[in-house]
């Protein structure tokens, strides 16, 4: 894997992402197609892939720079923790 790929991996599916190659599970999917299926959608809109799994986690990544976005519903607050601070809606610990 070189440093332009992002690897995910939730449960038992994992998703390599290579620009706009994208592979699920083993399976590479076709350039312009995306996947539904289990509670997990892959849907490409111009330059972006939007990744969303059935228990509020979504990414966003840009497949010419590989910009990544990730969200989590609420329910995660408490429970997750990163480079840009942890979610549990104390200012302060923000950019840490």
Do not use: P
């Not at 992002?6 to 999917?29: C, D, P, Q, R, Y």
């Not at 809109?45 to 966003?60: A, I, Q, W």
């Not at 010419?64 to 995660?76: C, G, K, M, N, R």
């Amino acid at each position: 894997m070189n440093f332009n790929t992002l690897k995910i991996t939730m449960g038992s599916n994992e998703i390599i992402a290579l620009g706009e190659h994208i592979t699920f599970n083993n399976v590479k999917l076709d350039n312009n197609e995306g996947y539904v299926k289990d509670g997990i959608i892959i849907d490409r809109r111009g330059e972006y892939v939007y990744l969303k799994f059935s228990d509020g986690v979504r990414l966003k990544w840009s497949t010419d720079s590989l910009s990544v976005f990730i969200t989590v519903e609420v329910q995660y607050i408490g429970k997750v923790s990163g480079l840009c601070g942890d979610y549990n809606e104390k200012k302060g610990d923000d950019f840490k």
